[in-house]
């Protein structure tokens, strides 16, 4: 039996229908996932950051209390005096002063307070009225504080104190009878990630403990309840979708904080960042009708009309599967066609904007290492100084006394003041004087300091602390011999480059041994920084920082003088005062 001619023709073009419809499907949901994706991987960039900033402020919280716990004279002062005594008193007083001020600079601490376990005694300092924090802490850390036991795990733990969450760890001081403690404030830590809020209407956030407790957001329990089921989740997801009470499906994305039992997480509304996708799937729906509908007058057209723009949308997926975010079709004659090619268009710049937004997180990420990196340096003889200053106490050496003490107040208030990316060159030297008087009043007739700072370098901008650590390595291990004194030259000076380029150098120079031919091997291949060790750590630091400031126009060399001792020279392009335009690589990629 023959068949009909229509049969004949509807039943390839079904057939031809049929797959395209498929292809059109799974691109649709491909396109989707990869949307999710790539959106998911950009929220959990920028809520790594911010979470990486609220670890840093318990980091710094942590050692705070460590510090106070473990050298803090006053409470040693008050855990041996009887409350009968002036020194009581007086300890109690300062330790008052000296929290209050520290409550106020560190700015998510709620309060810091002492409790003497034999006197049942409890004083505090504390952004909230004394005497309600004051019940408040009885109230709620009453068998934290009556223990002799401390918690095991280093991590903050979650309290309840005067009706609200807080995070508290406590530590013992010296003496075993005080224990020192902290608040901190769970509505100030989580002011930095009002900014992930304000920055889209469609996004959530909130923090909750690992056992699922809502610590800071607003959220029903019904909603807690469901991204409960996604907080432990044991899949390698790196998102999940949840559907609020608004009936919304919300794309999740959390994160663990490393020093609290607490979880950061965030939701992202799907059918904002899926809008244009829904026109999309139902275009592709409607093909094959279409094509059925108009099936005579097409046949004759069929090739013109359907094959070669599919030919061209498979063409532009291989292409933009390839990685040419730039690459648009052309829009056909069919309006159909049409609708895919602007859809495809549209798909290609969503893709591409979302790549844009990945590499602005990574050049985010980097612009916090450079901070990071510029908050390592810390100095290394502090207590060493205090030693000397108590000795010389002992002796009633007055004038040297307010000589020391001077030389230690600027030197620390340079320490303290170096959030700028850049400073003049001066204030680095005069830093590094203040360092050396110090070691000159720590060890008299035994060093010799000598600079040379040309007077038009003098406001030179550089790196704050970019010199200090290779004078810092020079006392370190090059003043090992007692029978002569110990030089240090520190020089700048102007030098002209191969390319003819005006360059700063600043040179080291000391008179100790010298580097060994392994040590100058390592340091000028850059072994040290690809492995930093804590010994090496300053310069560590100095590299990672030329190279954010100033890629490959910027050198380190070490060698040995000619005339004994080691030799540190770096090269830094000459800029202008204020010309802070390229403050990093970044810029130029």
Known sequence: MRLSLRLKVSVPVLLLVTPLFLFLYYTNIYSTNIVREKVSESASGTLALHLGGLDELLEQTGIYLLRTANDSMLLELYAESGPDSVNYYLSIRKLMDQWYNDVSYYSVIRSVFVYHQDRDELFLSSREEYYREKEAIREGLSSRLRTSRLPTSQKWEIVTVGGEPVLYKALPDKSGRLLVGVLVGIDSLAQPLLQLDSARSDERVGIVSRDGDLLWGRFSDDELSRIRGHLNDPSDRASASVRLDDDKAYLFVNKPSLFADLNVFILLDERSLLDELPLFQRVIRWIPV??????????????????????????????????????????????????????????????????????????????????????????????????????????????????????????????????????????????????????????????????????????????????????????KHGFVNNRKPFRIELTASEEAGEDGAVRMVIRIRDSGPGFSGEQLERLNLGAYEREPTDRHLGIWNVRRRLAMFDDERATLSFRNDPEGGGLVELRLPLREEGDHSDVSGLDRR
């Open 290 to 475: 279409a094509v059925l509908a108009t099936i005579v007058i097409l046949f004759v057209l069929l090739s013109r009309l359907v094959f070669k723009p599919i030919q061209r949308l498979a063409g532009g997926m291989r292409t933009l599967g390839r990685g040419r975010l730039d690459y648009r079709l052309k829009e056909g004659n069919s309006k159909e066609f049409q609708l895919i090619t602007q859809q495809f268009n549209r798909m290609a710049e969503q893709i591409g904007s979302l790549k844009i937004d990945v590499y602005e997180e990574r050049m985010k990420v980097q612009h916090a290492e450079l901070k990071h990196l510029q908050a390592q340096i810390h100095p290394h003889f502090f207590m060493n100084s205090l030693n000397i200053v108590f000795h010389l106490v002992d002796l009633r050496k007055d004038q040297l006394i307010k000589k020391m003490i001077g030389h230690l107040v600027a030197y620390f208030r340079f320490l303290m003041s170096t959030n700028e990316t850049w400073i003049p060159l001066a204030g680095e030297f005069s830093h590094i004087r203040n360092y050396m008087e110090i070691h000159r009043v720590m060890y008299p007739d035994r060093i010799v300091f000598e600079e040379r700072l040309p007077q038009q370098l003098e406001n030179a901008p550089i790196p704050p602390l970019l010199v200090q650590p290779f004078v810092e390595n020079a006392m």
